[in-house]
């Protein structure tokens, strides 16, 4: 979880063993707790909600590059990655990925993320997605969301909260669907990679 956000709670509220006739259990998270997206309106006060995305952004080939000795991924380093022309989706491995073998550890405040000048790098390149293997795609300490807006505001759809620990670099078909929330400015998503 983020600091400050409230605990996910998952709890039973009717139970087959308790003598209802099904299992029915509710929800409370912000909708920005684990794999999740971000859609403009998390950062952009007239920025499009997570029901408003391209689902076609969401689905399709994704390249996953792993980055794992750097404690900022800046546009020199993704210029070393050697991508593939016209790229779409891009999935960034790092150090974080490690983290994930106790999904229960507490917040890690010196998560490796990308700096505001490789948020336009990955404008520029035409990207319209990209994920991070961490809850968020900027630096815990930067003051102000510069790399969030760099990057919503030219249309690009972050996932953050990934769990890459598995996944080797490579191309992929990612399918990636927030839920389906009106009006919010995020979502829980289930994220899947389908090898080519």
């Given at each position: 979880m983020w600091p400050g956000d409230p605990a996910v709670v998952l709890e039973r509220i009717r139970s087959i063993s308790e003598g209802d006739a099904s299992n029915d259990s509710r929800i409370a998270c912000s909708v920005h707790s684990g794999t999740h997206v971000d859609a403009p309106a998390h950062f952009?006060?007239?920025g499009c909600t997570v029901d408003q995305l391209a689902l076609g952004v969401l689905i399709g080939p994704a390249t996953v590059v792993e980055v794992p000795d750097v404690s900022i991924v800046t546009p020199e380093i993704l210029e070393k990655a050697?991508?593939?022309e016209g790229i779409q989706r891009l999935l960034i491995k790092t150090r974080n990925s490690a983290l994930w073998k106790d999904p229960h550890h507490l917040f890690h405040g010196e998560f490796t993320a990308l700096n505001t000048e490789?948020?336009?790098?990955?404008?520029e390149k035409g990207i319209r997605l990209v994920g991070v293997d961490y809850l968020s795609i900027q630096l815990f300490r930067d003051t102000e969301p510069l790399t969030h807006r760099?990057?919503?505001?030219?249309?690009?759809?972050?996932v953050e909260g990934l769990d890459l620990r598995n996944v080797h670099p490579g191309d992929y078909s990612l399918v990636c669907l927030p839920i389906k929330l009106a009006g919010s400015d995020g979502a829980p998503a289930r994220a899947v990679l389908l090898a080519e």
């Open positions: 952009i006060e007239d050697s991508l593939p490789a948020a336009g790098w990955i404008v760099a990057l919503l505001l030219s249309g690009v759809i972050i």
